[in-house]
């Protein structure tokens, strides 16, 4: 789903200006598009890019609850860590390597590593459900994921340097 913004209210594009100049979206849509190798979205939007990420509560309503995680869903969630990864990477100059693990049920586990240090770890389920209500909760979600490792490295420097 597209998001539309009217062109009489600034401060909506704003905001939306804002959230797709954050590290972590730019971060996204440079991953999105470095993926894409048969030139299939070289004219789309940075916000056509993310639309497959924004799952309103009405779609999401209308997506079962047990559904097949590699029926295509599992790749949003393996771009939206790997950036998350790379943006930790390049504020912290550590590699970070994600690390996903998803049984056939579409539950299981993120890690994102760095030297010996797990600084991201997060438990998934409904992964064909895998979406944000809205693009600046994209950008807060992706934020939080690298601001969180980041403390965790900035806490344990010597673990995540080994």
Not at 58 to 78: T, W
Request: charged share 25%; aromatic share 6%; with cysteine.
């Amino acid at each position: 789903m597209k998001e539309v913004l009217t062109t009489g209210d600034t401060s909506a594009v704003n905001e939306h200006e804002a959230v797709l100049a954050t590290p972590f979206v730019r971060c996204l849509t440079r991953l999105i598009r470095a993926q894409d190798t048969y030139g299939w979205q070289d004219g789309a939007s940075d916000t056509e890019l993310l639309a497959k990420f924004i799952v309103t509560e009405e779609q999401r309503r209308q997506i079962p609850i047990i559904g097949d995680p590699r029926s295509g869903h599992d790749v949003g969630l393996n771009i939206f860590y790997t950036a998350g990864g790379l943006t930790i990477e390049t504020r912290t100059g550590l590699v970070t390597t994600p690390t996903i693990m998803i049984s056939d049920k579409g539950f299981g586990k993120v890690l994102l590593t760095t030297g010996r240090l797990v600084v991201f770890s997060k438990t998934v389920r409904d992964v064909h459900r895998f979406g944000f209500a809205t693009l600046p909760k994209l950008a807060e979600a992706g934020a939080k994921l690298v601001n969180d490792a980041i403390a965790a490295i900035e806490a344990y420097p010597d673990v995540a340097r080994a």
